[in-house]
Nanobody
Framework: QVQLMQSGGGLVQAGDSLELSCAIS????????MGWFRQPPGKEREFVAA????????TYADSVKGRFTISRDDFKNTVSLQMRSLKPEDTAIYFC????????????????????WGQGTQVTVSS
């Protein structure tokens, strides 16, 4: 069984930076993609960023491109989300997600594509 344990988050002001981390533990054979999603108050879960574990290739939602950076540490089995120039609209519960298996039609921006999920962490950005 695989567990994703998130850390980071909290209350910051607009323009501040914050980093989220997600540690992967358990019976890890391989990881295909790690992603970050968020769920703003009263809204559905939305894609933030993803990284293909072996290649290091990244992809971002347009709303965070240029401000957020996703990275992975293969040795520590962690994935991080560095968030800069935070805006009030970034306020949400953030979730990390893992998909262990390759698929020809894998869509990293679809929550349904991921198998494992972290517990979620609150990020609140005040104006």
């Amino acid at each position: 069984q695989v567990q994703l344990m998130q850390s980071g988050g909290g209350l910051v002001q607009a323009g501040d930076s914050l980093e989220l981390s997600c540690a992967i533990s358990g019976r890890i054979l391989k990881t295909y993609v790690m992603g970050w999603f968020r769920q703003p108050p009263g809204k559905e879960r939305e894609f933030v960023a993803a990284v293909y574990w072996n290649e290091g290739t990244t992809t971002y939602a347009d709303s965070v491109k240029g401000r957020f950076t996703i990275s992975r540490d293969d040795f520590k089995n962690t994935v991080s989300l560095q968030m800069r120039s935070l805006k009030p609209e970034d306020t949400a519960i953030y979730f990390c997600a893992r998909e262990p298996y390759w698929g020809p039609n894998f869509a990293p921006d679809r929550a349904q594509a991921y198998t494992n999920w972290g517990q979620g962490t609150q990020v609140t950005v005040s104006s």
